[in-house]
């Protein structure tokens, strides 16, 4: 069914009991496209989104094994950054945040953007030298970074214990204004109808088993739904990026680690920032149901599982009390699990690979959902032009060949 979004559409339907309609299409799969994008999380959806509504490229085929943002993309505790290490870390990420600060009226869905301001708090003499160092790189390149002290904190933050007394006193904090959350099943979702509306097909429960590749070309995908042609690949996985990425024999230095979340239950708006620290391995911020979302560092081994263990919760529990006491009775109702792809350096790999025609958008390790606009609108450029676009330059596939890694591990959330 084609989908209709007008509002008074939908008051309709309610009023008439009619069925919502469609925000995206069901589709055959054609034997042929001009694109196949492998994986229907944020990277891949904004990724068609942008080709067809920049480039005029519409015989797009997002495919994915499982359902838009089952991934990566609807597991992340939906934070949004600029405030990285490197000034490459930076432009890039501010260039999301730019691009995330008008989304709703791009998209016409409201993807609940809300510039809260974030908070990175240090523990230690070492942090709080690299939350100056972080400040001093974000304001080279024009973002709003600064390193404030416990009382500035305490303001930001009333139920924070800020004492000399605390387990970990807090010494200062990198506080960064246009930081914040994002609605991420909208921004999911907003996307895939945009991208549906300008022709994009989008191909749910359809698995990639196959990539072909004949003298050192892609030539198309093999999937669970049949065979279909394609000179243009790219994948926007994660959590099995390096397995898909074999599928056209390119190896990628990725280790795959599971990174657990948390919400609570419900309650009064009182934690207006983003709150995060490295030393506590957890960061929190309030939703707009006034649950508390919390995450943590990825576990310490490898794997592709997506459940919750005790130990985390437990582990997540103490943190948070160390940062906020208060709060001990509120109960968690639900945990999870995300796949994040980690890099040597904590930067992506975006760009060509040594087979012609596959490109890859991977490797986001524990930054990826904040990217998604900025990663869909360089890939969206480099596969219609040709050219690299000189934002991802850096991030390219060779640089770990050639020694040239763009360290951003000082730049993530919680120590991994
Ligand atoms: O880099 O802001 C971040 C982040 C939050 C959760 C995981 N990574």
């Not at 999380?41 to 990724?47: E, I, S, W």
């Not at 599928?247 to 920032?273: M, N, S």
């Amino acid at each position: 069914m084609r989908a209709k979004y007008s509002a008074w559409g939908l008051i309709r339907a309610g009023l008439l009991k009619q069925a919502w309609p469609r925000a995206w299409r069901d589709h055959e799969l054609a034997p042929a496209y001009d694109v196949v994008v492998i994986g229907a999380g944020v990277h891949g959806l904004a990724t068609a989104y942008y080709l067809a509504a920049r480039h005029g490229i519409r015989r797009v085929a997002v495919l994915d094994r499982a359902y838009v943002g089952g991934g990566g993309s609807g597991r992340n505790t939906a934070i949004v950054r600029s405030n990285y290490l490197t000034p490459e870390g930076v432009r890039f990420y501010d260039r999301s945040v730019k691009l995330y600060e008008s989304l709703a009226s791009e998209l016409n869905f409201n993807v609940m953007f809300s510039q809260r301001g974030h908070l990175t708090l240090a523990h230690d003499d070492a942090s709080l030298r690299t939350m100056r160092w972080r400040a001093e790189v974000n304001k080279h390149e024009g973002i709003d970074s600064e390193v404030i002290g416990p009382d500035e904190i305490s303001r930001l933050v009333p139920l924070m214990d800020t004492s000399p007394e605390a387990r970990y006193p807090i010494l200062g904090a990198l506080h960064h204004p246009p930081g914040g959350t994002v609605r991420h099943d909208a921004v999911n979702w907003g996307y895939a109808r945009a991208a549906d509306t300008l022709g994009v097909q989008i191909h749910e429960n359809t698995e990639v088993t196959g990539i072909d590749v004949r003298d050192g070309r892609v030539r198309g995908v093999r999937t669970t739904r049949g065979d279909v042609s394609a000179p243009v690949v790219l994948s926007c996985t994660a959590g099995w990026a390096s397995l898909v990425s074999e599928l056209a024999g390119v190896h990628l230095p990725i280790v795959t680690h599971p990174l657990q979340a948390a919400v609570t239950e419900p309650v009064k708006p009182f934690l207006r920032t983003v709150v995060v620290s490295g030393t506590l391995h957890v960061y929190v911020s309030q939703t707009a149901r006034g649950e508390l979302v919390f995450g943590a560092s990825t576990d310490s081994y490898p794997s592709y599982s997506t459940r919750g263990s005790l130990e985390f919760t437990e582990e997540l529990a103490g943190h948070v009390l160390e940062l906020m006491p208060s709060i001990a009775r509120l109960r968690v109702l639900r945990q999870w699990a995300g796949l994040c792809d980690m890099t040597p350096d904590f930067s992506p790999v975006m760009g060509v690979t040594p087979v012609q025609g596959f490109y890859v958008d991977v490797g986001w390790g524990t930054y990826g959902f904040k990217a998604g606009p900025v990663a869909g609108e360089a890939m969206a450029q480099l596969i219609a032009s040709g050219r690299t676009p000189e934002l991802i330059a850096s991030f390219d596939l060779a640089r770990f060949a050639e020694g040239r890694l763009v360290g951003e591990r000082g730049a993530a959330a919680v120590g991994h």
